[in-house]
């Protein structure tokens, strides 16, 4: 089964960035779509952005739409998720997905769509 290798996140002033980033572990990513989740403490996972591989479409939270980009570096295999005018209500562990054959009626934004997924990073953003 594929794995995902994380990195980027930390603690963040609000207003400032941070830059996450998910790659396969050495291999070419094969998956339909990458995908980013987060939860917040005594919260249930969010969906927070999705971009299919092959296409480059990509879909967003509406709360983090303008401040979040979601993008895919085919050459380095990696995903990014560039995150800026941060939030307090932005903290949470955020983990990527990889959703490798899609569904003819597949929801990028359900996390029980995606079949492997990262370690998962800590973000937390301070007022």
């Known amino acids: 089964q594929e794995q995902l290798v994380q990195s980027g996140g930390g603690l963040v002033q609000a207003g400032g960035s941070l830059r996450l980033s998910c790659a396969t572990s050495?291999?070419?990513?094969?998956?339909?779509?990458v995908g980013w989740f987060r939860q917040a403490p005594g919260k249930e996972r969010e969906f927070v952005a999705a971009v299919t591989w092959k296409d480059g479409n990509t879909h967003y939270l509406d709360s983090i739409k303008g401040r979040f980009t979601i993008t895919r570096v085919n050459t380095k295999n990696t995903v990014f998720l560039q995150m800026n005018s941060q939030k307090t209500e932005d903290t949470g562990i955020y983990c990527c997905g990889g959703l490798q054959t899609p569904a003819p009626d597949i929801d990028l934004k359900m996390s029980a769509a995606y079949d492997y997924w990262g370690q998962g990073t800590q973000v937390t953003v301070s007022s």
């Open positions: 050495g291999r070419p990513f094969s998956a339909y779509a």
